[in-house]
């Protein structure tokens, strides 16, 4: 007992093409012109739709833990699944005291396992860089963790990493092919801004974006870049926002460097302009790098489509505004009280499509690559983000001629606001399955909580692929 999806276009990273596609089990068994329907299959058909592998997305925050103020998690992970999302890799920050695989163990059992709707994996983010816990970054890669970050950004911090851990994790993550990945923000640059722009009395959320110019990733990126080459390792620059870090990718690179990057979709979007809204109502921009101008998202676009970046992301993090309106807001509090970081699972395929596809920016087969292929590939999944026999049945029927309004209101990521309420949707996810079983049916959820599975990445991802 099968599915059998029949008469769609199929879109893959490389090419567009009509086809069948037939899931038996947990995979994809067939692809191919008329394929015979076996007794007891499902038959679906996808005229006129999209077949897109189920999209991967390569960063979420389901843990985070800010001034005390702590995320949604895996029980809202239904919203990546009515985004078009099927698998999930989610950044664990390590806890003091603990290993690296010993937290993302505690992590998973805890709080993934038989809640999660999707499937998933983990990133281990290092905040303790102790000898032992140097020597256990090699043991990542067997236990199916082959990626990890470390945040140039945030002084004071206890996630903050210096450049002797981040060179340290190089030198030892390459023994083992663990991708290592950093948030590029010079952190002393935007420690002293800040406290300026404080003492001016600048506290409203739009300083947010003054404390943490262009200059500010651009410098940290160039960083991380020279501290990889030392180590002569690959490296991964996530959320990359601005002109002058993709230009410093882009000179590494030509070298032959080994650097890659990452793109969020609020960045293709939204602007500085959002964290002036009136009313403290720019809170709910307050992200990390900060949202830019129309410059830089004409730079990112260019990147994205030209292969410069290789992947789009989320960077999903379900604060309340609520909650940030509370702590960022009032008497002595100030923009860097802000808990950062904005939600936006569910829509990042949709704002890819609308905004991208629909307006030329990028092709259905660039979109496939950038949210789907890239990122399973980076992290060594090898049987998420393609349509291909022996892939997992990770499918989503895509319906172009969907038309709606993204909102809050429509919104399962279990957060108060979205920083994309009112967008325009031209499109939408119409029915997905998670390995060969439905989970989203006429855009609304109809799979189970824990229905998704941890997902071990194999080490050597694509960033050691050249
Ligand atoms: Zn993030």
């Known amino acids: 007992m099968g599915v059998l999806?029949?008469?769609?276009?199929?879109?893959?990273?490389?090419?567009?093409?009509?086809?069948?596609?037939?899931?038996?089990?947990?995979?994809?068994?067939?692809?191919?012109?008329?394929?015979?329907?076996?007794?007891?299959?499902?038959?679906?058909?996808?005229?006129?739709?999209?077949?897109?592998?189920?999209?991967?997305?390569?960063?979420?925050?389901?843990?985070?833990?800010?001034?005390?103020?702590?995320?949604?998690?895996?029980?809202?992970?239904?919203?990546?699944?009515v985004g078009g999302t099927t698998t999930l890799i989610e950044f664990v920050n390590q806890e003091k005291g603990k290993g690296l695989i010993e937290t993302l163990e505690n992590y998973k059992a805890s709080d993934a396992d038989g809640i999660a709707m999707v499937d998933y994996a983990f990133h281990s983010v290092m905040t303790d860089p102790r000898e032992e816990v140097i020597e256990e970054i090699p043991k990542m890669a067997e236990a199916g963790y082959p990626t990890m970050k470390l945040f140039m950004a945030y002084k004071g911090m206890f996630f903050h990493a210096d450049d002797d851990a981040i060179l340290k994790a190089l030198q030892k993550g390459k023994e083992a092919g663990v991708t290592i990945m950093v948030h590029a923000e010079n952190a002393d640059m935007i420690d002293v801004l800040t406290k300026q722009l404080i003492a001016e009395g600048k506290t409203a959320p739009y300083y947010h974006a003054v404390s943490r110019p262009p200059v500010v990733e651009a410098e940290a990126t160039r960083r991380a870049i020279y501290l990889a080459e030392l180590a002569d390792a690959p490296i991964y620059i996530v959320h990359v926002t601005c002109r002058e870090a993709l230009e410093e990718i882009k000179q590494a690179y030509s070298r032959g460097q080994a650097v890659y990057g990452e793109t969020c979709a609020h960045y293709l979007v939204l602007d500085t302009e959002d964290l002036a809204k009136p009313d403290f109502e720019g809170a709910k921009y307050v992200c990390s790098p900060a949202l830019r101008t129309e410059e830089h998202r004409k730079a990112l676009w260019e990147a994205v489509d030209r292969k410069w970046l290789n992947a789009i992301s989320s960077d999903h993090c379900g604060f309340d505004y609520e909650n940030q309106k509370h702590m960022g807001f009032g008497e002595g509090k100030s923009f860097a009280d802000i808990p950062n970081g904005a939600p936006g699972l569910q829509n990042r395929i949709n704002i890819l499509w609308t905004y991208g596809v629909c307006q030329g920016k990028l092709s259905p087969s660039r979109l496939v690559d950038l949210c789907c292929t890239m990122p399973a590939k980076i992290n060594g999944l090898q049987t998420k983000g393609r349509i291909e026999t022996g892939c997992d049945g990770d499918i989503v029927i895509f319906d172009p001629d969907y038309r709606g309004t993204m909102s809050v209101k429509n919104n399962l990521e279990g957060v108060d606001y979205s920083p994309f309420e009112g967008f325009e949707q031209k499109g939408r996810p119409d029915t997905v399955f998670l390995r060969g079983q439905k989970i989203v049916e006429s855009g609304k959820y109809i799979g189970q909580k824990g229905q998704g599975k941890f997902v071990p990445g194999k080490p050597f991802g694509a960033a050691y692929k050249g």
């Open 5 to 81: 999806i029949k008469n769609g276009t199929v879109v893959t990273a490389e090419s567009e093409f009509q086809s069948d596609v037939y899931m038996e089990g947990e995979t994809i068994a067939a692809i191919g012109k008329n394929l015979p329907q076996k007794d007891g299959d499902e038959v679906i058909d996808a005229a006129g739709k999209y077949i897109l592998p189920g999209g991967v997305d390569q960063h979420v925050h389901f843990s985070f833990t800010y001034n005390g103020s702590k995320v949604r998690g895996f029980e809202t992970s239904d919203a990546a699944a």
